[in-house]
């Protein structure tokens, strides 16, 4: 069926270096993509969105890139810090009436000192 | 603004006990909606509703019931709790014509 899947489950990079989160979709008719980060213990919280006639969008350390081609998106976080430690969801919205966002299952990511 | 608040944080039941999980917003949102979130598994839509007076089935709706009278208020009720009911629930929100969902705190649900 259809599903939204990221690459890896954890991802451990070093203070000060640049993480890179990936998410695969594969339905066709999404037309809109959301990044939440989840601290332990708290709701997902919005970072970012792309709507699917955009290949990038930045924001504040973060960038999310959109590949359609490949069904392909990924967050950008740019210097990390240790506060970017958590699990990041990726989001998918397909176009039409019943808009229901569907989540992949998350990736850990862990900031080392 | 409060955003979306939910009560209780944590909530322990034995098998059989029903509960309900409170969510308000205060943004004036239409659509509210509840997921649960397992292990490993991504966020799972269970009911949502477009506005008052509206509710409709998610994914997994077995088990759950929701009414919404006032735009404010979306309680998620467990009639009879079964231990597979054990998870992390979270209310969330949004304008109907927006895409970008705004999420509670969540409660954390053990079913013994």
């Known amino acids: 069926g259809e599903s939204v899947g990221l690459h890896l489950p954890t991802l451990s990079v070093q203070e000060g270096d640049n993480s890179i989160i990936n998410c695969a979709y594969s339905n066709s008719a999404s037309d809109y993509f959301i990044w939440y980060k989840q601290e332990s213990g708290k709701g997902p919280q919005f970072i970012i969105d792309?709507?699917?006639?955009?290949d990038k969008r930045q924001g504040q350390r973060v960038t999310v890139l959109l590949n359609k081609t490949v069904k392909h998106l990924s967050l950008q976080i740019a210097a990390t810090q240790p506060g970017d430690s958590a699990v990041y969801f990726c989001?998918?919205?397909?176009?039409?009436?019943?808009?229901?966002?569907?989540f992949g299952s998350g990736t850990q990511l862990t900031v080392l000192p | 603004n409060a955003g979306v608040t939910q009560t209780p944080k944590f909530q322990v039941l034995k098998t059989g006990q029903s509960m309900t999980l409170q969510c308000a917003q205060d943004?004036?949102?239409?659509?509210m909606s509840w997921y649960r979130q397992d292990p490993g598994m991504g966020l799972r839509l269970i009911h949502y509703?477009?506005?008052?007076?509206?509710?409709d089935q998610g994914e997994v709706p077995n088990g759950y019931n929701v009414s919404r009278s006032t735009t404010e208020d979306f309680p998620l009720r467990l009639l009879s709790a079964a231990p597979s009911q054990t998870s992390v629930y979270f209310c969330?929100?949004?304008?109907?014509?927006?895409?970008?969902?705004?999420f509670g705190p969540g409660t954390r649900l053990t079913v013994l």
């Open positions: 509703s477009v506005g008052a007076g509206i509710t």
């Open positions: 792309i709507r699917s006639n955009m």
């Open positions: 943004m004036n949102h239409e659509y």
């Open positions: 989001a998918d919205l397909p176009s039409g009436s019943a808009r229901q966002l569907t």
């Open positions: 969330a929100s949004r304008k109907l014509r927006a895409d970008t969902q705004y």
